[in-house]
Each structure stands twice: as C-alpha cells, then as structure tokens.
C-alpha cells in the first residue's frame, strides 16, 4: 500500500512569490493535516482537512491558505511568501483521528 | 494552553537501553504518540498509547505513561545504530479537534 506521498520533493521560491504544495493521502483516508517544521520551531500545526472541508486551522496568517479535493488529496498554498517561511511541510493522512502517517515533506526555501 | 516538552538529547552506546522522556500539559489528552523522525525524511509513527493506559509494548518499544504527572516516556531496549534520529512526542487533546501538538524532538545518539 503506497504511503503519503507529497511533491515537489524541494521548492525554491523568492519573497512576495507564490508557492503550491500538494499533498496525496493513503488510500482510504479522508482527512489530511498540513504541518510547518520549521528550524528552531519544532512542528506547527497548520491545516486540516477532512471530507473536503476545512475543519481545524493552527494560529498561521491568512496567506497560508488550502483545500482538498474530491479525491481527498490536498494543496497548501502560501502567499506573498516571506523569508521566515522557509521550512520542511509535512502533510499527514488518517483514516480514524487516532494515528496520522506521514509524507516526506516538501521543503521550501524562500530567498 | 497545550504544551508539549522533551529534552534535545541523548547519547547512548549501542546494545545499551534508551529512555526519551516527555511532559505535557494538556489533562484532557486522550492520545499520546511517538513519532521517530530521520535526517531528510518525514515522522514515522512508532507507537502510541491511550490515556487510560499506563504501559504499551511494542517489540523493543516500551511507552510508560504517568497521568498524574503527565509524564511520557519510551524506552528502546538494545539500540542500534538504525535508532539514531529525532523522536517526538505528541499529545491529541479531548478538545474536538483532532490535531497533534508536538514536542520539539530529542535527537539521539547511538554510538557503536
């Protein structure tokens, strides 16, 4: 059974630009949750989604923004992207709100 | 608010037991998790526990969870080298919501 896969696997960007993570969950799972790694801050809650709606939303700003689709995969988009969101994006799925697996990540670097 | 702490690190030799310990604040958990985290990669779920459970084991894992103190802990008995990583510790509150606050990770160490 594939895992959580999650591309691109590295995303260089400059400040102000636009960057559009994507996120495909294991088979069968309906919620997806977004998290920020980034240096020094340890894991940040961001997003989560489950049957396409937003359900839960961690104390980001509004340019971090996202959606799931009828196939349960998942976008993280930022906006006007800033230095300090540089980080590894890790996406997690689960079936049941007991166990969420994990991607690789995306790691984004803003320069 | 929810609070998740660690220490950053731990160095043991190989063969020998490993014990990463974690404290949370949050009394209305309902899950708590261990996640191992290796260089370049994303967070493998090792275990987790219910609340209303005070031991867990796995193999070579061994979760010990203390409520009254709220006090998470995971031993590895004989470490290997292929242990060496970032382990987190992760609370699920009770709040509805099912989001994971996470610690910030104890690195360890295995040396041979």
């Known amino acids: 059974e594939a895992g959580v896969t999650q591309s691109p696997t590295h995303l260089i960007k400059t400040r102000g630009q636009q960057a559009t993570l994507r996120c495909s969950p294991i088979?069968?799972?309906?919620?997806v949750y977004w998290y920020q790694q980034a240096l020094g801050l340890g894991l940040q809650f961001l997003l989560w989604?489950?049957?396409?709606?937003?359900?839960n939303r961690g104390n980001f700003p509004p340019r971090f923004s996202g959606r799931q689709f009828p196939n349960y995969s998942s976008e993280l988009n930022v906006n006007a992207l800033e230095l300090e969101d540089s980080a590894l994006y890790l996406c997690?799925?689960?079936?049941?709100?007991?166990?969420?697996?994990f991607g690789p990540g995306t790691r984004l670097t803003v320069l | 608010g929810e609070d998740v702490e660690q220490s950053l690190f731990l160095s043991v030799r190989e063969g020998d037991s490993s014990v990463i310990n974690c404290t949370y604040t949050d009394s209305s958990s309902t899950y708590l998790y261990w996640y191992k985290q290796e260089p370049g990669a994303g967070l493998q779920l090792l275990t987790y526990?219910?609340?209303?459970?005070d031991m867990k084991q796995d193999q070579r894992l061994t979760v010990l969870l203390n409520k009254k103190d709220k006090h998470l802990s995971l031993r590895i008995a004989d470490t290997q080298t292929g242990d060496s990583a970032i382990y987190f510790c992760?609370?699920?509150?009770?709040?509805?919501?099912?989001?994971?606050?996470f610690g910030k990770g104890t690195m360890l160490l295995v040396s041979p």
């Open positions: 997690a799925s689960s079936y049941s709100t007991n166990e969420q697996f």
């Open positions: 088979s069968g799972h309906t919620s």
């Open positions: 989604y489950d049957e396409g709606e937003e359900r």
């Open positions: 992760a609370e699920r509150s009770n709040s509805g919501y099912s989001t994971l606050t």
């Open positions: 526990i219910f609340s209303n459970m």
